[in-house]
């Protein structure tokens, strides 16, 4: 062989070689380490993300949030006996141990092309009720890496169920004079120390068109008639519609509730479709 042959094959075998180690390396990598770490720098899109050989895809909490902000129609699944005592916000409770997610798969009321984080505070939970959406038909399933535990401590909030607790104001929410279908109940729950928790179930017309929503509002009526949004409602496989919101403040003079359906997010109320007060 000639001395050019030679540099050429050696040339060649030390390239696959650093390509297979290379490949090797980044597909061991965490998804925390491709996020950037912790503080979320030179992130990558959540887009580019694939589903690892199981089916699902692990997300750190900082893209748990993106996710949650930037998915239409996600589904938050809490998987875990501890939901009560707190949970992510607008999040549906499915706890594996009795069975629930099984039973709700097995009546079909999972959409198969909707879009599922799930988490619990344990990573054999959280593998476990990721597989099982996988295994019956989700094509898009995320599970929060870390669990609850990466969550808090992250800094991002979470709420109780908070129509549970002592203290908390009731508002039961009826059809609008201005037209609307529904009914609900609405809680708010006031605090100096935690300022104010709010929570939303209702029955609305799941009829909505391409683009709209329904959002949720807290009016003041006190002297001009104040309101601000408390977020886009989350329609449950069991058919209702679930809204929880927090602040740190406690908007004492809010007291009416306000749900609308809406054809774009410019934090102005369009349709009213229920309402009532605490």
Same mark, same amino acid.
């Given at each position: 062989? @000639? &001395?050019?042959?030679?540099? =050429? #094959?050696?040339?060649?075998?030390?390239?696959?070689?650093?390509?297979?180690?290379?490949?090797?390396?980044? $597909?061991?990598? *965490?998804?925390?380490?491709?996020?950037?770490?912790?503080?979320?720098?030179? *992130? #990558?899109?959540?887009?580019?993300?694939?589903?690892?050989?199981?089916?699902?895809?692990?997300?750190?909490?900082?893209?748990?949030?993106?996710?949650?902000?930037?998915?239409?129609?996600?589904?938050?699944?809490?998987?875990?006996?501890?939901?009560?005592?707190?949970?992510?916000?607008?999040?549906?409770?499915?706890?594996?141990?009795?069975?629930?997610?099984?039973?709700? =798969?097995? /009546?079909? @009321?999972?959409?198969?092309?909707?879009?599922?984080?799930?988490?619990?505070?344990?990573?054999?939970?959280? !593998?476990?009720?990721? /597989?099982?959406?996988?295994?019956?038909?989700?094509?898009? #399933?995320?599970?929060?890496?870390?669990?609850?535990?990466?969550?808090?401590?992250?800094?991002?909030?979470?709420?109780?169920?908070?129509? &549970?607790?002592?203290?908390?104001? *009731?508002?039961?929410?009826?059809?609008?004079?201005?037209?609307? /279908?529904?009914?609900?109940?609405?809680? !708010?729950?006031?605090?100096?120390?935690?300022?104010?928790?709010?929570? +939303? &179930?209702?029955? =609305?017309?799941?009829?909505?068109?391409?683009?709209?929503?329904?959002?949720?509002?807290? #009016? $003041?009526?006190?002297? $001009? !008639?104040?309101?601000?949004?408390?977020?886009?409602?989350? =329609?449950?496989?069991?058919?209702?519609?679930?809204?929880?919101?927090? $602040?740190?403040? &406690?908007?004492?003079?809010?007291?009416?509730?306000?749900? *609308?359906?809406? @054809?774009?997010?410019?934090? /102005?109320?369009?349709?009213? +479709?229920?309402?009532?007060?605490?």
């Amino acid at each position: 062989m @000639k &001395k050019d042959q030679l540099v =050429l #094959v050696i040339f060649i075998l030390v390239a696959l070689v650093l390509a297979v180690v290379g490949y090797y390396w980044y $597909s061991n990598k *965490t998804v925390k380490e491709i996020n950037g770490g912790v503080d979320g720098e030179d *992130t #990558v899109d959540i887009r580019d993300l694939r589903p690892s050989e199981k089916g699902y895809t692990d997300v750190s909490p900082e893209q748990s949030v993106e996710i949650i902000e930037d998915t239409d129609n996600l589904l938050i699944v809490d998987v875990s006996p501890h939901y009560d005592d707190g949970h992510l916000l607008n999040s549906v409770n499915y706890y594996l141990g009795d069975e629930a997610l099984d039973q709700a =798969l097995s /009546e079909g @009321k999972f959409d198969e092309d909707r879009t599922y984080l799930v988490y619990c505070h344990v990573d054999s939970a959280s !593998v476990a009720g990721a /597989e099982k959406l996988v295994n019956a038909g989700m094509k898009n #399933v995320y599970r929060l890496d870390g669990n609850y535990s990466a969550w808090l401590e992250a800094g991002y909030p979470i709420i109780e169920s908070i129509y &549970k607790e002592s203290g908390v104001d *009731t508002a039961n929410l009826s059809a609008s004079a201005r037209g609307g /279908e529904g009914r609900g109940v609405a809680y !708010v729950l006031r605090s100096e120390e935690d300022g104010l928790k709010h929570m +939303v &179930k209702a029955e =609305l017309p799941n009829d909505l068109q391409a683009g709209e929503f329904y959002e949720g509002w807290l #009016v $003041s009526e006190s002297g $001009s !008639v104040d309101f601000f949004s408390t977020g886009k409602m989350t =329609l449950l496989p069991e058919g209702d519609w679930l809204l929880e919101y927090i $602040s740190e403040k &406690k908007y004492n003079e809010f007291n009416y509730v306000v749900i *609308t359906k809406e @054809k774009t997010d410019d934090g /102005e109320p369009e349709t009213h +479709v229920i309402e009532g007060r605490f």
